[in-house]
T-cell receptor
Framework: EAGVAQSPRYKIIEKRQSVAFWCNPISGHATLYWYQQILGQGPKLLIQFQNNGVVDDSQLPKDRFSAERLKGVDSTLKIQPAKLEDSAVYLC????????????FGSGTQLSVL | QKEVEQDPGPLSVPEGAIVSLNCTYSNSAFQYFMWYRQYSRKGPELLMYTYSSGNKEDGRFTAQVDKSSKYISLFIRDSQPSDSATYLCAVFSGGYNKLIFGAGTRLAVHP
């Protein structure tokens, strides 16, 4: 079974630039999540999709972050404009059902904002 | 107060040692308790999953939950260099439908 695919693996940008991350979840998984993991911290949920609808985006900084999940499969997360404090690993995860106690994570995209 | 508290370490032990990793949580509504292992430059992977108080064993790993004191532990017996990773505890409540992670404990097992 193929895992969660993410790209790119690394990205370096300057502050105020924009950046986008892509995620392809495990086939058949209805729920998709984007997490932000700052160095030395645990992952923090940014947004959760159930199929192509948003379930929880309460911790997404909506003035600069946006996300979409097209046709209930792939998803993109965008940051525009980026700030220094956005430097982190952005993890995509998926789960089979509606509840998210068992998540499968991708390897993440490491973002450095200079 | 953070919802999940975890000592970040780092923890360095010799090969073969017994390792004890611990977390505390604040909300008694949490029903599910998990341990994820995260290797460097990789995403977390689910290691142990428990629902209630008590012990759950899987090979060299034992997860322990004490809901009365809101304390969760992971024990690793006969630790190996391949166990070197960051261990993240996580809690989940069906009511919140959100997985909340601790900060992670970095473990190094040296030969």
């Amino acid at each position: 079974e193929a895992g969660v695919a993410q790209s790119p693996r690394y990205k370096i940008i300057e502050k105020r630039q924009s950046v986008a991350f892509w995620c392809n979840p495990i086939s058949g998984h209805a729920t998709l999540y984007w997490y932000q993991q700052i160095l030395g911290q645990g992952p923090k949920l940014l947004i959760q999709f159930q199929n192509n609808g948003v379930v929880d985006d309460s911790q997404l900084p909506k003035d600069r972050f946006s996300a979409e999940r097209l046709k209930g499969v792939d998803s993109t997360l965008k940051i525009q404009p980026a700030k220094l404090e956005d430097s982190a690993v952005y993890l995509c995860a998926s789960s089979l059902g509606e509840t998210n106690e068992k998540l499968f994570f991708g390897s993440g995209t490491q973002l450095s904002v200079l | 107060q953070k919802e999940v508290e975890q000592d970040p370490g780092p923890l360095s032990v010799p090969e073969g040692a017994i390792v004890s990793l611990n977390c505390t949580y604040s909300n008694s509504a949490f029903q599910y308790f998990m341990w994820y292992r995260q290797y460097s430059r990789k995403g977390p992977e689910l290691l142990m999953y428990t629902y209630s108080s008590g012990n759950k064993e899987d090979g060299r790993f034992t997860a322990q939950v004490d809901k009365s004191s809101k304390y969760i532990s992971l024990f690793i017996r006969d630790s190996q260099p391949s166990d070197s990773a960051t261990y993240l505890c996580a809690v989940f409540s069906g009511g919140y439908n959100k997985l909340i992670f601790g900060a992670g404990t970095r473990l190094a097992v040296h030969p």
